[in-house]
C-alpha cells in the first residue's frame, strides 16, 4: 500500500507472508520517498504505535528502506496494521494487513511392530511416527494405543511444527493376543481434531519346549554294574529357552 501524492512524502508498505493461520512472524518492508523540493528532517518511522527506525533527515529525491519482523498476533489477524512516518514538517499514514486463513491439515502416521508373533512373556517393541504434513503447528499431541499402556497415553501434551516429525517407542509384555489400534488427538489454531492410526496385532503363543538327548556313540554296550563314560547330545527343537 502506498500512501502520499505527486511532490510529497511517499510511504509504501508491503508485507510477506500475506496470511497465516493464526498469530506469528512476518517481515515488513517499508519505502520511503522524500518527492517534495526540500531537506526534511526528524525523521521516525512507526509500526503498530512502536518507534522501529529513526533517520535524522532526507534530502530531496532521496529513498529509506526498512526491513524488519513484526509479531502479529491472532487477534490481529485480518486487522490493518498502522505505519506511520512522521517528520519534522508533517507525517504519511498508510498500513498493512495479514488475512486469516484456514488451516491446511495434514497428518501422516506409521506403526509397526518389532513381532508380530511372540511367545507368552517376551516383550514386544512398538514404534509410532508422526509427520506433520500440515501448513499449521499441531498442538497438545496426545497418542494412545489400547491395550497397551493399559489404555493410557503414551505420548501426551507435545507439539509437531510444520514438517515436523515425532518418533514413539513403547515396549510391553503382552499376555494374549492383541489387536492394537493406535490414535492421535490434537489442536491447530485452536480447534480439536483427531486421527485413527493403521492397527497391529500380534499374536502370543505359549511356550513350546522339545528336547531331545542322544548318546553321542549310539553302539555303546552297558554291561550291568558296570560304570562307563558317557557324552550326551542335547538339542532344543522348540520355540521358548531351555535352561538346565
Not at 528532517?41 to 518507534?51: A, F, P, Q, R, V
Not at 493406535?182 to 519346549?209: L, W
Amino acid at each position: 500500500l502506498t500512501a502520499g501524492a505527486e511532490g510529497s512524502v511517499q510511504l509504501s508498505v508491503s508485507v510477506s507472508p500475506g496470511e497465516l493461520v493464526e498469530g506469528g512472524d512476518v517481515t515488513v518492508y517499508v519505502s520511503v520517498t522524500n518527492a517534495t523540493s526540500s531537506e526534511i528532517n526528524d525523521c521516525m518511522l512507526i509500526i503498530d504505535g512502536s518507534d522501529v527506525k529513526e533517520y535524522s533527515s532526507l534530502a530531496p529525491g532521496q529513498t529509506a528502506e526498512y526491513t524488519g519482523s513484526y509479531t502479529v498476533s491472532t487477534s490481529k489477524l485480518s486487522s490493518a496494521v498502522p505505519v506511520q512516518f512522521t517528520y519534522s514538517g508533517g507525517s504519511v499514514k498508510s498500513s498493512f494487513t495479514i488475512n486469516k486463513k484456514s488451516a491446511n491439515v495434514k497428518v501422516g502416521t506409521i506403526v509397526k511392530v518389532d513381532s508380530t508373533s511372540v511367545t507368552k512373556g517376551s516383550k514386544s517393541t512398538f514404534s509410532f511416527a508422526i509427520e506433520n504434513q500440515g501448513d499449521a503447528k499441531m498442538e497438545n499431541v496426545k497418542l494412545v494405543a489400547p491395550p497397551l499402556n493399559g489404555g493410557k497415553p503414551l505420548a501426551d501434551a507435545f507439539y509437531l511444527s510444520e514438517g515436523k516429525v515425532n518418533m514413539i517407542t513403547y515396549s510391553e509384555v503382552l499376555e494374549e493376543d492383541s489387536k492394537i489400534t493406535p490414535q492421535i488427538t490434537f489442536t491447530v489454531a485452536g480447534k480439536e481434531y483427531q486421527k485413527t492410526m493403521d492397527p497391529v496385532s500380534v499374536t502370543v503363543q505359549d511356550p513350546d519346549v522339545k528336547v531331545e538327548i542322544k548318546l553321542k556313540d549310539p553302539d555303546t554296550v552297558i554291561q550291568p554294574d558296570k560304570e562307563f563314560p558317557v557324552s550326551i547330545y542335547i538339542e532344543n527343537t522348540g520355540n521358548s529357552d531351555f535352561k538346565t
